[in-house]
């Protein structure tokens, strides 16, 4: 185990690598004349000559490359100060460090994503793993509606109803913002407990769903059938032997949708107004921001890989029919 963990480490890191190239070439090394949209409109000739040489765009673009991909690891002078690593550059809209920028924004994401996950896993799962044990019940089919009736929802249409019933029109809650659970604990709840459970609304339907599909195919094995013809214990095969192997497609989607959602959970930061990675990467993109875009995308990377070998791992706790070449 920690050689294949060793392994995927190595194998992330050099993934990362080939992004962040890919991205700085994207990028910098695009026709776009990358000066002239951190020199903005009006811009003097003598004005634009002094970014190219403040960004280092008069050097060799081997040399460029170097100095943005070893900015990250050991950091990186401007003319306006230094960049602690892991620099991911200046922003040319605010001027601050991108990184610095991104861990402003990032409680908000990280509390979405924490408390999503918690209220979708519990409720979604649970409510699968249920329907699946009572399978053609009454409670097999209200989970199995409900579930199709919330996965026609979207979070840019839930979000505004809920707004208007719960803060604008009955006054029952204030408008969600993201207060520091260091300074305010109850503040934190209250100002996320919105946004929170409208995200958590549309994947508990997919989670429900996935959960009593994934763990009625279990039932059917072979090996749940023979432990159920042996005279054990219906409860005892249901979570020693199906339920385990039933968690499979679901750790795969999980660890693919954290990850998604630490990278920005976009629709959801927007509808509600929150100053989110999902909403600083959409600011970066309408103000022409290259630094603060180049920042997100890969701090987006380094999650989709860490949870990638997370996942993996996952694999051979969760079922021990799993083995590791």
């Known amino acids: 185990m920690f050689q ?39 811009c003097s000739p003598q004005r634009l000559e002094d970014i190219r040489t403040a960004l280092g765009l008069n050097l060799p673009l081997h040399t460029q490359f170097w100095d943005f991909m070893s900015g990250i690891v050991m ?55 249920v329907a699946a044990y009572k399978r053609g019940s009454f409670v097999d089919k209200i989970a199995t509606g409900g579930s199709m009736v919330l996965s026609s929802f979207q979070i840019y249409f839930l979000g505004p109803i809920v707004l208007i019933i719960f803060v604008y029109s009955t006054g029952w809650m204030e408008n969600p913002q993201y207060h520091p659970i260091t300074e305010d604990p ?20 997919q989670y429900t769903r996935m959960a009593r599909s994934s763990m009625i195919e279990q039932l059917a094995e072979e090996h749940v059938r023979t432990a159920r013809a042996k005279g054990m214990p219906r409860k005892y095969v249901f979570f020693r032997y199906a339920w385990r192997g039933s968690l499979i497609p679901i750790v795969t989607v999980l660890g693919m949708d954290i990850s998604g959602m630490l990278g ?19 600011d970066g993109a309408q103000t022409k921001d290259l630094p603060l875009t180049m920042g997100v995308m890969l701090f987006g990377a380094f999650f989709i890989l860490i949870f990638n070998i997370l996942t993996d791992i996952a694999y051979a706790y969760i079922d021990p029919r799993v083995r590791l070449s």
């Open 4 to 42: 294949f963990i060793i392994r995927r480490t190595v194998g992330a890191v050099v993934t990362l690598f080939l992004i962040g190239a890919a991205t700085f070439f994207l990028f910098v090394a695009a026709p776009s004349d990358y000066a002239s949209l951190a020199c903005g409109k009006d």
């Open 75 to 129: 950091g990186r002078d401007f003319p306006t100060g230094h960049c602690n690593a892991p620099c991911l550059g200046m922003s040319f809209y605010s001027g601050d460090p991108v990184w610095s920028t991104i861990m402003d924004r990032f409680p908000t994401t990280l509390t979405l994503t924490v408390g999503g996950a918690v209220v979708f896993l519990v409720v979604g799962v649970g409510a699968g793993m």
């Open 186 to 205: 109850f503040g934190w709840f209250m100002g996320m407990l919105l946004p929170t459970l409208v995200m958590a609304t549309i994947f508990t339907a």
């Open 264 to 282: 920005g959970a976009v629709v959801t930061e927007i509808t509600f107004s929150l100053q989110g990675i999902g909403r600083l990467a959409v």
